[in-house]
Nanobody
């Protein structure tokens, strides 16, 4: 069992940066691929970024490529999402997720989800 708790969301202006964190409980954190998803009002939840358990593989949605960076620290049981050059269309609830493999997690096949953290970008 893995429990995920996100933090770091908030209200920022377009062009600003934020770093989201996701703290995981459980001793098997390093066995899971980790990812970030988001859901904007009135829209379905969408994939943002995924990182493999060794950090050797990362995937990004086209909409965030070059602006967002996913990373993890297995010693701290934490995964991060550095978000730069934020845009109003990045406004959403951001969810952390854990899955058994990077490709399956990228396709939404998460085993565990966090409760989400709100990110609001004003224009």
């Amino acid at each position: 069992q893995v429990q995920l708790v996100e933090s770091g969301g908030g209200l920022v202006q377009a062009g600003d940066s934020l770093r989201l964190s996701c703290a995981a409980s459980g001793r098997t954190f390093s066995n899971y691929a980790m990812g970030w998803f988001r859901q904007a009002p009135g829209k379905e939840r969408e994939f943002v970024a995924v990182i493999s358990w060794t950090s050797s593989v990362t995937y990004y949605a086209d909409s965030v490529k070059g602006r967002f960076t996913i990373s993890r620290d297995n010693a701290k049981n934490t995964v991060y999402l550095q978000m730069n050059s934020l845009r109003p269309e990045d406004t959403a609830v951001y969810y952390c997720a854990a899955g058994t493999s990077s490709p399956s997690l990228r396709n939404g096949g998460a085993r565990f989800w966090g409760q989400g953290t709100q990110v609001t970008v004003s224009s």
